[in-house]
């Protein structure tokens, strides 16, 4: 959704700065009012969604918008972001929910102050806004309901980590999470008495600072759901075949196991997977999507047929206890490099994978804890290896603190590499004026022996030329610029940089992305191919030249 604005030179201000939305979502087919936290010099500035579902009116007074929800608008995490004829503010998450919304309302800081929430479930946009800032919700419980509450905070990029105590109607705590999503708590709890139940938010600052005490701030912004359902915990197995359909079981946090069906059978072909919303709570399962056997915990250990698997396949785990580690028995040969990965952060798990291969002695032959994400703490496993001999050997899944329980779900997939490219510009907005040009750097990496010649350009550009740039045989980085002519018009909106295919025998057509979560802000939305481009006209009151004698 493309937006282009005007502005005379005698009105400039600086790019506007959004640092928080106030409330961060609303509920589909409602107009909700936000204030917009950040730096604004003049007032009313623009703004751009991802979704045309969503309508954004600015207000008059400086901060103030609404937005328009239609009813039809996909649930879940969207991008923000407000601009004006100089630059664009970093994007910003709202969320579209499905369930009713309400507001934090002060003050509810005491427990016999609570804010009464009816008629679950429901979702309360909240914020911590001054340093020791609590927030309780009251909700009445039938003897052995279920109460599930989770926190959108930290994910949403605010500067906390947050917590939730439950208390029951004496003043007594009867729950207590800080974890459980990330750094955002996940509560679940059954009632053992029917009445009124306390639920308190509060947090600690992030960073962690160094005297350790409750934060508060205004873009201590947080998204709290609240349901009376047993709420979803995994997804067994965790992986679909392409091209097929497949029952999986959702397992509630009671052990339940609920069938569900996956059709995979028309996903795109660079497709990773698939998803599935996980009951009583905001939150969706990733169904990864393979071309080999999903397999169970139990299929995969189970020894009756005398044959170890192949890749490609993966299988569906759980540690089920501290200190236990699972090993599966497989067959490789010398010389097929192969990739294993054992994943857990799709999967809403809180356990942080290590993944070892040994031979059948239980030699040590490789190892990994964070290689999905490197120098990301908390990351996914991943062990590119080539097999030095043909043998069967074991992959080790277990757990960086040696923890478990049922929540500690992962999935081991090992496979062969494909060959594979990837496309990643090196900022999300640029400008350009006449006499400076703008330089956008797009990092290409080839992976797996790809080959096939490729060039980057560009798309939808306003006014504005651009260089293309063919991509080396190994990959790397290359660099477009953008000029904008010396009668250039104001204009500003999302533009696309693509990579192509040039070679017939393999034909490619990719977005190039830009990474949301390097400067380790919001979570919910790891990238986007709506990278930003301001253009600043000459001004009209610079100098005039001066004229020949």
Not at 133 to 159: E, F, H
Not at 249 to 276: C, K, M, N, Y
Not at 485 to 494: C, E, F, N, R
Request: aromatic letters at 6%; one cysteine or more.
């Amino acid at each position: 959704m493309a937006a282009v604005a005007s502005c005379a030179a005698a009105t400039r201000a600086a790019a506007p700065v959004l640092d928080y939305l106030y409330p961060c979502s609303g509920q589909r087919g409602t107009t909700v009012a936000l204030t917009a936290g950040g730096k604004f010099e003049k007032w009313p500035v623009q703004a751009w969604a991802d979704a045309t579902g969503l309508k954004v009116q600015l207000g008059s007074e400086s901060g103030k918008l609404s937005i328009q929800i239609d009813k039809d608008t996909p649930p879940g995490p969207h991008l923000l972001r407000l601009y004006n004829a100089e630059g664009a503010s970093a994007l910003r998450v709202f969320i579209v929910g499905s369930d009713r919304e309400v507001a934090d309302a002060e003050p509810n800081d005491e427990i016999a102050k609570a804010q009464a929430v009816d008629a679950l479930p429901v979702t309360v946009n909240g914020r911590l806004e001054k340093s020791g800032d609590v927030d309780s919700y009251s909700v009445k419980l039938d003897a052995g309901q279920c109460l599930a509450a989770s926190v959108k905070g930290r994910r949403l990029g605010a500067p906390m980590d947050p917590m939730l105590h439950l208390f029951d109607s004496s003043g007594n705590e009867v729950a207590f999470v800080h974890d459980g999503l990330g750094l955002d708590p996940l509560l679940v709890y059954r009632a053992e008495k029917a009445g009124t139940y306390v639920v308190r938010v509060s947090a600690f600052a992030y960073p962690p600072a160094a005297d350790v005490k409750l934060t508060g701030k205004a873009e201590d912004v947080y998204r709290l759901h609240l349901s009376a359902w047993m709420p979803a915990r995994c997804v067994i197995p965790a992986g679909v075949r392409r091209g097929s359909k497949a029952t999986v079981a959702v397992v509630d946090w009671g052990g339940s196991p609920s069938p569900r069906e996956v059709d995979a059978t028309a996903v795109d072909a660079d497709q990773e997977s698939l998803f599935l919303p996980a009951t009583g709570l905001e939150e969706t399962f990733h169904v990864e999507l393979s071309d080999g056997p999903e397999l169970t915990e139990a299929e995969a250990k189970g020894t009756s047929t005398g044959q170890n698997p192949a890749a490609p396949f993966a299988v569906t785990g759980r540690l089920e206890r501290d200190g236990e580690e699972d090993a599966y028995r497989f067959a490789a040969k010398k010389g097929e490099r192969l990739i294993l990965v054992a994943r857990s952060v799709a999967l809403a798990s809180p356990m942080d994978p290590v993944l070892r291969i040994e031979d059948e002695s239980g030699k040590f032959l490789a190892s990994d804890d964070d290689g999905v994400s490197p120098g990301t703490p908390g990351g996914d496993a991943q062990i590119q290896w080539d097999p030095p001999a043909d043998g069967v050997y074991r992959a080790v899944v277990g757990d960086l603190d040696r923890a478990g329980g049922p929540e500690y779900v992962y999935r081991l997939s090992v496979r062969k590499p494909l060959p594979g490219v990837e496309a990643t510009v090196d900022a999300e907005e640029y400008r350009v004026a006449p006499g400076k040009p703008a330089t956008i750097k797009v990092k290409v990496n080839r992976s797996n022996g790809h080959i096939g010649g490729l060039v980057v350009v560009t798309m939808g550009l306003p006014g504005v030329t651009a260089t293309s740039a063919d991509v080396p045989d190994n990959g790397g980085e290359v660099a477009l610029t953008l000029t904008a002519a010396a009668d250039a018009k104001a204009a500003s909106g999302p533009i696309r940089v693509m990579l192509l295919g040039t070679d017939k025998a393999h034909p490619i057509v990719k977005l190039a992305q830009v990474n949301l979560r390097r400067d380790n802000s919001q979570e919910l939305v790891a990238k986007t191919d709506a990278i930003w481009l301001t253009v600043v006209p000459q001004a009209s009151d610079a100098p005039a030249a001066p004229k020949p004698k």
